[in-house]
């Protein structure tokens, strides 16, 4: 059986005044069914885009895209707009980072839940099931919630509908790009509290988009490290803590502000590329210490242990190279 | 103890009158001792950037009273006094006029205050870049051709281009990838020393704090909950917000895990809404708070050396029912 998701050579350009910027360069991704899977990257790194691709969001006319991404056997980007709206909302569904604005503030969240309830299989009592799924998210007093509007609510609150918005038509695929990031750190704990349970309990698959390594070691059970629109390493998530492999993965690691206080955080020198003219081969080598000419040359994936492959010249035997 | 060069008294500041006023500082008392980094954390509301404003003198208090190097901050400040305290505030992409260049940015502050001659003023504006780890390439650039992370760095720049003894630090890394955020708390600790700088530093992430803070205020809804030495209040967090805000910083080791304090989550889902208008602020999130919470609001009481905690469990007037939890 395929997986859920499998995203295959996928390329993404805008064409723009300065050029063509070349923002994913071929990425392979799998999400299997019932599996939380992350992609963790740097603002600019493509994580953000590839969500929108797949939702079909990115339609405008100075987007070239490559490759496929095949949702359950179908390709996505092949489909007419009014196919892709039949997936959409009812078999994959997205959370955002920022709950106010992803809500419309001028309608009250029971109007906004409804219009979400209807788009799945048609149901008579909407309220009933509106109600029902507020109460997963843990809002102990659903009828006032329903009649409240957005801004009546706190962040948090906020976020819960959402989180019950999208898994009120049971989809198979939840893409959540930073949840509650825009909120308190004590908000971003609860969602993802929340979300964990409740796509464990329905067996739902998830995409998850962070820029913290420390969320991603606490939600997903496989890894992407993204870096300038490159997959560069990939592995179940206790593997890649166990043992980053990829310079990059390594140098994020060493960035996170530690608990124990022991050292500073050390950070990457440099700044990520200008994508309309990437540095040939390896993007990170302008900012690898590892680094040699070898590096200017496109890097092939080698495993490094089970289902734990990394791009880098460092983990290939010379009889491949 | 020395002359804390920053004291801070029942501080209060309200937006509008009566019963419907927004208390964003409700009673604050701190001081900063000269060379330290005091951490000022919270969540958005507690009043932390409120805190920055006052003491910049952007805004008035309401009640209360701040001194600095122990005379009063007055309502408008001298040339020497705004010399003195400067600001790096959060959003490296506004901070910056996008019509000057980083040459015009860095030699405003030179001028306002009759710092240096201007034949003198481009080659230490130079020598500033090159102190925060730019080139002087860059002083002809204008903000839109830097990236967040210099950004920053140049607003530091500007900031210590008049020598100042205190700098407020508002939120000046939250906006950055954690890969430029370390470099960034690096420079600021190296700045620290070569300068004998004292950092206020405010910040929603309590995970940068334990690295470069010595001192740790936790704030919330316009108070101080607990204050103490850093290495303190990560080892033994008395109020149960601090516990909540350790306990929600995602770790990246299982060595960090453990020194995270538990937390019932569980149960703060299942928190309702509860009225919070006579006793302590945080009752309603509350997991622990019991009849007397409700009641009266909890003193700052000292649970250590140079450390107090403002709940009701330190003072012994509640027992957590759930021992484990806590």
């Excluded at chain 2, 051709?145 to 281009?161: F, H, K, T, Y």
């Excluded at chain 2, 107090?308 to 484990?324: E, F, L, Q, R």
Aim: charged letters at 20%; glycine letters at 8%; one cysteine or more.
């Amino acid at each position: 059986m395929p997986a859920l998701l499998e995203i295959d050579r996928l390329h993404l350009r805008f064409r723009l005044f300065e050029g063509i910027s070349h923002v994913i360069n071929g990425i392979d991704l799998r999400v299997e069914r019932g599996e939380r899977v992350a992609i963790v990257g740097e603002s600019g790194c493509g994580k953000s885009v590839t969500v929108r691709l797949i939702l079909g969001l990115l339609q405008q006319n100075n987007v070239l895209v490559e490759g496929s991404i095949r949702f359950d056997g179908v390709d996505l980007l092949q489909l007419k707009r009014a196919r892709l709206r039949e997936i959409r909302g009812r078999r994959i569904c997205a959370v955002f980072q920022d709950p106010m604005a992803s809500l419309n503030p001028t309608f009250k969240v029971y109007d906004q839940l409804r219009t979400v309830i209807q788009r799945g299989e048609a149901r008579r009592d909407a309220y009933a099931v509106a109600r029902a799924a507020l109460q997963e998210v843990a809002i102990t007093d659903p009828d006032r919630v329903l009649g409240a509007y957005p801004f009546q609510l706190s962040g948090g609150l906020n976020q819960r509908v959402l989180i019950a918005m999208s898994l009120v038509n049971q989809p198979d695929l939840i893409l959540a790009d930073e949840p509650g990031t825009a909120l308190d750190v004590t908000v971003q704990e609860q969602t993802l509290l929340l979300m964990r349970r409740l796509t464990e309990q329905r067996q739902s698959s998830v995409l998850l988009i962070t820029h913290n390594l420390g969320v991603v070691r606490e939600f997903a059970d496989r890894v992407y490290v993204m870096y300038a629109g490159n997959i560069v390493e990939q592995a179940p998530t206790p593997e890649l803590f166990a043992n980053p492999r990829h310079p990059y993965t390594q140098a994020l690691l060493a960035s996170v502000p530690t608990l124990s206080g022991e050292r500073l955080p050390e950070g990457i020198d440099g700044m990520v590329p200008d994508y309309t003219s990437p540095p040939e081969g390896c993007r990170f080598h302008p900012r690898c210490p590892a680094a040699t000419s070898v590096c200017r040359r496109p890097q092939p994936f080698g495993t490094v242990g089970e289902n734990h492959l990394v791009a880098c010249r460092l983990y290939r035997s010379e009889h491949h190279g | 103890m020395a002359e804390p060069l920053l004291r801070v008294r029942d501080l209060r500041k309200h937006y509008g009158e009566g019963s419907r006023a927004v208390r964003a500082l409700d009673g604050l008392t701190l001081n900063v001792e000269p060379g330290e980094t005091l951490a000022v954390v919270g969540e958005s509301g507690s009043g932390k950037t409120t805190l920055a404003n006052l003491i910049l003198g952007t805004e008035h208090p309401t009640a209360g009273s701040i001194a600095f190097q122990g005379g009063p901050l007055p309502a408008k400040r001298s040339l020497e006094l705004r010399r003195k305290i400067q600001y790096v505030q959060q959003n490296p992409m506004t901070t910056l006029n996008p019509r000057r260049t980083i040459l015009q940015s860095i030699r405003l502050p030179l001028q306002t205050h009759h710092l240096r001659p201007r034949a003198e003023q481009r080659g230490r504006a130079a020598e500033l870049l090159e102190i925060v780890g730019m080139s002087a390439a860059y002083l002809n650039r204008f903000p839109r051709a830097l990236s967040g992370g210099q950004r920053q760095r140049v607003a530091i720049a500007r900031a210590l281009a008049v020598e100042p003894t205190l700098l407020v630090l508002d939120e000046p890394t939250s906006a950055l990838d954690v890969s430029v955020q370390a470099k960034a708390l690096s420079l600021l600790v190296d700045l620290q020393r070569r300068f004998d700088l004292t950092y206020l530093f405010i910040t929603h992430d309590l995970s940068v704090v334990r690295t470069i803070a010595s001192r740790v205020a936790v704030m919330y809804r316009g108070g101080v909950v607990e204050i103490g030495p850093t290495r303190e209040v990560f080892a033994a967090p008395s109020h149960p917000y601090t516990r909540m805000l350790i306990s929600s910083i995602p770790v990246v080791s299982e060595a960090e895990q453990h020194l995270k304090p538990a937390w019932p989550w569980e149960r703060i889902l299942a928190l309702g809404a509860g009225d919070a208008s006579e006793g302590c602020a945080f009752a309603p999130r509350c997991p622990f708070a019991d009849e007397p919470c409700w009641r009266e609001p909890p003193p700052l009481t000292m649970v250590g050396d140079d450390h107090s905690a403002a709940c009701h469990i330190t003072t012994g007037m509640v027992v957590p029912a759930d021992k484990d939890a806590w």
